[in-house]
């Protein structure tokens, strides 16, 4: 039992591949692509554990394709212009272009996607990247231009129930093992929809377990429970992890912040990711009672992107301690939702014609602008007039909280707006 199990029970054709029936079923552009025995460049995007890797690497079989094999956390420029000659050289015996896999191409930087350009334009090779993170942020656009994205869902339970039962039915150790009962919904609880961790787990959890034995819901959560890490060992996308690390800074301790990120970043974390997280944070959670939060968040991003790690795991500390000892605010957050629950209901009203644009004269002669009163006019640059849609006169939406920077701004809010409900 020298793979894990997870490689063991890799599936060797189309036929076994579970999930993703919205690209692999009857009229799915995948199944298209394998009937038609042509397929363009690829980016598969989709959480950890879905078989990204796997569907790539059928697909080559499946079309007779040379099949190269790059991670973007260890290859470079040299790495992939390297695979690029290859394929140039192998041109003459190979009729059609070799697939180019890149795993985790959201980590390759822009002169590493740039160095794929003219061989992916020039039809030297078929590539096809697989990413967690959305393509739109972290693949170049002339890149992305030249590829087809397709989105692989998290698995459904009854698919990774197929899963289980596969497993127990297939793998030999597993077999000899001779597990008297299986309960799933453990295992599938703590697998979060990744094939990958799922298999880890029942490896990790089986191997504990004497011969002829139960496999139950409570003996998975107790080896969960006793080892957190048991089924998430492999540096994935830890969505656990990151919810405990953005309810730590909302809670105001900065100690469990940087403790969650240390076990983000051993865990192989992107750190981009973090980063954005942060951003998003600084908005949601400060907002108002700090509005530098969002700046600092913003520098931190960049400053991630210019320097890569290790050093970036001090930046990363350094805003999340800033952020979790920041005074806290979801007024803007509460604020976007009321507004959008106030449009939902109300639907579009007018626009009031003196807030209305009148760049020709039929529209001047509709009175569209007429009786509009221009602040900079008034004594401290404001004059009482009504902004919102005639039937929301008068109507309050942001709620500022009780707290000094906020109440400040409440204070000047009310004293220009005291008909406000």
């Not at 995007?45 to 499946?62: F, H, I, Q, R, Y």
Request: net charge neutral; proline share 5%; glycine share 6%.
């Amino acid at each position: 039992m020298d793979k894990p199990l997870a490689e063991r029970l890799r599936p060797k054709n189309l036929s076994d591949y579970v999930g993703q029936t919205h690209l692999l079923g009857d009229k799915g552009p995948i199944n298209g692509f394998v009937k038609g025995k042509r397929i363009p460049s690829i980016i598969f995007w989709g959480p950890p554990g879905v078989g990204k890797t796997t569907l790539s690497l059928l697909l080559a079989n499946e079309l007779q394709r040379t099949f190269y094999n790059l991670s973007a956390i260890n290859s470079g420029v040299k790495e992939v212009r390297e695979v690029i000659e290859s394929a140039k050289k192998n041109a003459a015996f190979d009729r059609n272009a070799p697939i180019l896999f890149i795993d985790e191409i959201h980590r390759f930087s822009k002169s590493q996607q740039d160095s794929l350009l003219a061989a992916v334009e020039q039809g030297i090779v078929t590539l096809i990247g697989a990413t967690t993170e959305n393509p739109s942020f972290e693949v170049i656009s002339p890149l992305l231009s030249r590829c087809q994205v397709f989105i692989l869902k998290a698995l459904e339970k009854k698919e990774l129930e197929q899963i289980v039962n596969h497993a127990f039915e297939k793998d030999t150790w597993l077999a000899e093992k001779g597990i008297t009962k299986i309960e799933t919904d453990a295992l599938i609880a703590f697998s979060g929809g990744d094939a990958r961790k799922l298999l880890n787990l029942i490896e990790n959890v089986v191997s504990l377990l004497p011969d002829k034995e139960a496999l139950t819901n409570e003996l998975v959560k107790e080896v969960v429970k006793s080892n957190p890490l048991i089924y998430d060992k492999d540096g994935e996308q830890h969505f656990d992890i990151i919810s405990a690390f953005i309810k730590s800074i909302r809670g105001s301790d900065p100690d469990a912040a940087v403790y969650w990120l240390a076990r983000m970043i051993s865990g192989g974390e992107d750190p981009k990711f973090i980063a954005r997280r942060l951003i998003i944070l600084a908005s949601e959670d400060i907002g108002l009672a700090n509005p530098n939060a969002l700046l600092l968040a913003d520098a931190c991003f960049s400053a991630v992107e210019k320097i890569g790690m290790p050093e970036s795991r001090i930046i990363l500390s350094q805003c999340a301690i800033y952020l979790a000892t920041s005074p806290k605010s979801n007024t803007s957050y509460a604020a976007i939702n009321k507004a959008q629950q106030l449009v939902k209901e109300t639907g579009n009203l007018p626009v009031p014609l003196h807030l209305r644009n009148a760049p020709t004269q039929l529209m001047k002669d509709l009175d569209y602008g007429v009786d509009y009163k221009y602040p900079h006019d008034y004594p401290n640059n404001f004059v009482s007039q009504n902004y919102m849609p005639e039937e929301l006169k008068n109507k309050a939406i942001v709620n500022f909280a009780a707290q000094s920077k906020e109440q400040q701004l409440k204070n000047d809010y009310q004293a220009k707006w005291p008909n406000k409900k």
